[in-house]
Nanobody
Framework: QVQVVESGGGLVQAGGSLRLSCAAS????????IAWYRQAPGKQREWVAT???????NYADSVKGRFTASRDNAKNTVYLQMNNLKPEDTAVYYC?????????WGQGTQVTVSS
């Protein structure tokens, strides 16, 4: 079992910044990658970024150049630094742990960007 807990969401004005955290616990040695997804009201959940256990990081085109993912192995935590936020970034942000055949999801953290 793997547990992931997101934190760091909030309300920010357009152009502002937030840093999200995803803390993993449990059988973290099974985790191949940690990914961030988001879901805006009335829309499907979309992929935002992935950090693999080897340190490879990939981003969706919509956030490239504005969002930066990183990890702290000692804390089993993955971060998502979000800069130059736009109203269209408003969504619930979810953390996903890919443990080979099983996906673990957090409860999500709300990010609201006002114009």
């Amino acid at each position: 079992q793997v547990q992931v807990v997101e934190s760091g969401g909030g309300l920010v004005q357009a152009g502002g910044s937030l840093r999200l955290s995803c803390a993993a616990s449990g059988s973290t040695s099974r985790v191949n990658a940690i990914a961030w997804y988001r879901q805006a009201p009335g829309k499907q959940r979309e992929w935002v970024a992935t950090v693999t256990s080897r340190g490879n990081i990939n981003y969706a085109d919509s956030v490239k150049g504005r969002f930066t993912a990183s990890r702290d192995n000692a804390k089993n935590t993955v971060y998502l630094q979000m800069n130059n936020l736009k109203p269209e970034d408003t969504a619930v942000y979810y953390c996903n742990a890919d443990a080979r055949t099983i996906q673990y999801w957090g409860q999500g953290t709300q990010v609201t960007v006002s114009s």
